[in-house]
């Protein structure tokens, strides 16, 4: 018998740095999608933001990887590997790469509010269901958004995820649970040296390229919090 697709919730960002904001949303969407695990996908740059303030990728990755500490979280800065910057291309690449899993795109509630000046954002719809998970302060602007109001006539319901098989796109799920303040704006306003404390010797540097790992499949999620 055919062993039933890998469903791997994706969640790139910039994570300057990671934060407990990103493991838990992780945990919960895992949950509530019924996912085997969730990556990271650690942005070489954001093309919407700009370049100053942002920590090396090197930096950003180290703090993605201690969040993601035993949880089925893989960190990775695959959009270096694929030399994509663009989501669209990421995902295209990465649906290619990967055949046999089934794949979702996961987003705060700020990325919705500003998905319509993503390159081709309606095609990253036509490429996999996004779920977006509710944040702070940007709900309203997300649900009152253009990106929206394209998107609402796709809206399923997050049980429709777990049936196996039945992931068609376009498809978008909210999700809301317990609202997570946590931000990165937060944390550099907080600890202006985050970076250069992460930035010290790493047997693992080279790892920066490690091509994804089959992992282990994690069934039950946790939903412990993280820092
Ligand atoms: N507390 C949160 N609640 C919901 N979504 C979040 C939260 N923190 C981050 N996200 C989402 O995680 C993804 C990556 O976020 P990112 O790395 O930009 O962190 P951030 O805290 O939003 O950073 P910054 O404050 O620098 O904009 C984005 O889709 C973002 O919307
Ligand atoms: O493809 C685009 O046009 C695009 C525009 C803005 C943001 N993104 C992606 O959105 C994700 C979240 O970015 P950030 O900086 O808000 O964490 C990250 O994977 C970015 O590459 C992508």
Redesign the pocket.
Known sequence: MRSPPQLTGL?G????PA?G??RR?SLFAAQALGLDEVWWLVSPGNPLKPRAGMAPLKARLRSARQQARRAPIVPTAIERQLGTRYTIDTLRSLVRRYPKRRFVWL??A??LAQFHQWKDWRQIARTMPIAV?A?PGYDAAAMTSPAMAWLRRYRVPAASFRKRGQWSAPALVLLRFDP??????AIRRANAGWAEALAGPDRNDDKHDTPLRDRLTFRSIRTEEGA
């Open positions: 969640l960002g910039s994570f300057n934060h904001g990103h949303i987003m705060g700020d990325n998970i944040r997570d303040h946590r931000s990165a704006t």
